[in-house]
């Protein structure tokens, strides 16, 4: 059987993301795929239990290590026990977030060394990288008046304006450094016409590979 193939999707707050990976999966199942939806932090049981940790602002303060490590930590239980046996069974995984928003936050956000990174990555991923990442690029000013009044922020949401422009350079390095992989979409453009760029990336995408 033909392995499935592993697409995610990544983007500031307040880009759009929800709404566009609704409509990538309705695009992948129009062409016939049959699609695991699923996301991160999260995604298995425990490893939404320990997005519960990582998102929740709590009393006691989280380290950025602590913070490295929960990502990697439920990423492990993700790819075991659901990523790498869908893939198997020849389903496509739409990955709403991965390890590239480890890089953009903890790295570029936080300031952890790349090196750590590049380590965990190794052991938790032993090699699997996503075939195609689409990548919703935003001023973080513009993403955050977006998100704003919609609610409790989370504790990623109630860091400041300077982090969120470490993240979206460091998402658009990584997109540079990497164009066979992924696609930069305009997520300041009407929906419509983020909607057609996710249609086409994506339909371009599986032609490439028939
Ligand atoms: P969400 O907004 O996509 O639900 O993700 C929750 C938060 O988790 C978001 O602020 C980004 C953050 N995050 C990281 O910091 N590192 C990661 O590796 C992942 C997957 C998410």
Same mark, same amino acid.
């Not at 936050?105 to 060394?113: K, S, T, V």
């Given at each position: 059987m033909r392995r499935g193939r592993f697409l995610t999707l990544e983007g500031a707050e307040g880009a759009g993301k929800s709404t566009t990976l609704a409509h990538a999966a309705t695009v992948l199942r129009e062409a016939g795929l049959e699609v695991d939806v699923t996301r991160e932090p999260g995604g298995t049981g425990r490893a939404e239990a320990i997005r519960e940790i990582l998102l929740e602002r709590g009393d006691e303060s989280m380290t950025d290590l602590a913070e490295l490590l929960l990502m990697f930590a439920g990423r492990s239980l993700h790819l075991e026990n659901r990523i790498r046996p869908a893939l198997a069974a020849g389903r496509w995984v739409l990955c709403d977030r991965f390890t590239d928003a480890t890089w953009a936050?903890?790295? @570029?956000?936080? @300031?952890?060394?790349e090196t750590w990174i590049g380590q965990l990555e190794s052991w938790t991923q032993d090699g699997l990288q996503p075939d195609l990442t689409l990548l919703l690029d935003l001023d973080p000013e513009v993403g955050l008046a977006r998100i704003k009044g919609r609610g409790v922020p989370d504790r990623f949401e109630t860091e400041r304006l300077a982090f969120f422009h470490r993240v979206r350079e460091t998402y658009l390095r990584r997109a540079h450094a990497d164009p066979a992989r992924f696609r930069v979409i305009d997520a300041s453009a009407t929906q419509e016409s983020v909607r057609s760029e996710v249609s086409r990336h994506i339909k371009e995408f599986i032609q490439s590979i028939d």
């Open positions: 936050y903890q790295g @570029g956000g936080r @300031g952890l060394p």
